[in-house]
């Protein structure tokens, strides 16, 4: 299998394009895409979380649409409502910003619970349900949400039910001096000459395709072994099960690996290694245990338990 046949393969460059020191999140976009996943990005505000979704959106089929997150948004905003049209004596369901292929969803933690329980449906269903009719969404369909690590205040955690349904959970610190350096040179160019993004377009046809294939990347007996020791390890009788209060399900070996399928296929192989394991193991199963209140007491976090289980199980 030679991967680079599809656009898909190719668009971390050019996603890449305008971004300082984002190469790992745009993998990860694409391997989320690739898998047919969502993404949680966390870090603070200013380090062009939105601008990376946007310039993906550029090259994907359907549109895109970003919601902004308050504390009064109502699930009617994101996913529809029946309007009445006087000159019908009708009602008309006038789709919401989830009728889109793309949808970022900024400060997801701001989003009041019934809104969050609307998107949990739309993440896990690849639906809608107003009025009790449900509704289809475009397929492809893909969240990306971010979230303020910052922020405290008027915000409202997401349950762990929620945490579970996205593929990766990314984050992201703020840059280095160099890389802050470049940032400020290329913001001063581009305010200039504003660039021409000629996106190349993935078509709807070419992704189901590119997917079909990244599902097809083997998977061998002992990698599989691999991932579902590395999960184990997080349940009682595992290296860190006594600083865990939830285990990982078994949602998280699929998700890590369908999500090293995808990365194997984004590198030009046909099948996975371990390398790719390892490298999305943080970000596929972090979020998906929850650290005992001691451990956390202790300075641990669900990075730093994966940590230390990666340390603990070898490959072979």
């Known amino acids: 299998m030679n991967t680079m046949i599809h656009p898909i393969a190719s668009l971390g460059a050019d996603v890449a394009t305008g971004l300082i020191g984002h190469e790992e999140m745009v993998e990860r976009l694409l391997v989320a895409l690739l898998a047919g996943g969502h993404v949680l990005i966390e870090g603070p505000p200013g380090i062009a979380k939105t601008r990376a979704v946007k310039r993906l959106a550029a090259h994907l089929p359907g549109s895109h649409a970003r919601i902004q997150c308050t504390p009064d948004l109502l699930p009617a905003d994101l996913t529809g409502t029946q309007v009445f049209r006087p000159e019908t004596g009708s009602f008309e369901f006038m789709p919401g910003p989830l009728f889109h292929a793309l949808v970022l969803v900024d400060e997801i933690n701001r989003a009041p619970p019934k809104v969050q329980s609307a998107l949990l449906e739309a993440m896990a269903e690849s639906q809608v349900t107003t009025a009790g009719v449900s509704r289809r969404l475009p397929d492809p369909f893909m969240v990306v949400a971010t979230q303020n690590p910052i922020e405290h205040e008027g915000t409202f955690p997401l349950p762990e039910a929620q945490m579970d349904r996205f593929l990766l959970h990314l984050s992201l610190g703020l840059p280095e001096a160099e890389q802050e350096r470049a940032i400020l040179d290329l913001v001063s160019a581009e305010r200039a000459s504003p660039p021409v993004l000629d996106a190349v377009q ?17 998977l061998s007996p ?11 390890a997080s349940r009682p009788g595992g290296v860190v099960a006594a600083y865990v209060e939830h285990a990982i399900s078994p949602r998280g070996t699929l998700a890590l690996a369908a999500a090293a399928q995808a990365r194997a296929f984004l590198k030009g192989r046909d099948y996975a290694l371990p390398e790719d394991v390892t490298a999305l193991a943080p970000d596929a199963l972090a979020h998906r245990l929850v650290p005992t ?8 976090t669900g990075r730093s338990l994966v940590a230390e289980i990666l340390t603990a199980v070898e490959p072979w």
């Open 202 to 218: 993935v078509t709807a046809e070419t992704l189901h395709k590119a997917r079909a294939e990244a599902a097809e990347v083997h």
């Open 222 to 232: 002992a990698l599989k072994d691999y991932i579902v020791r590395l999960v184990m």
């Open 293 to 300: 209140w001691a451990a956390i007491g202790e300075g641990r």
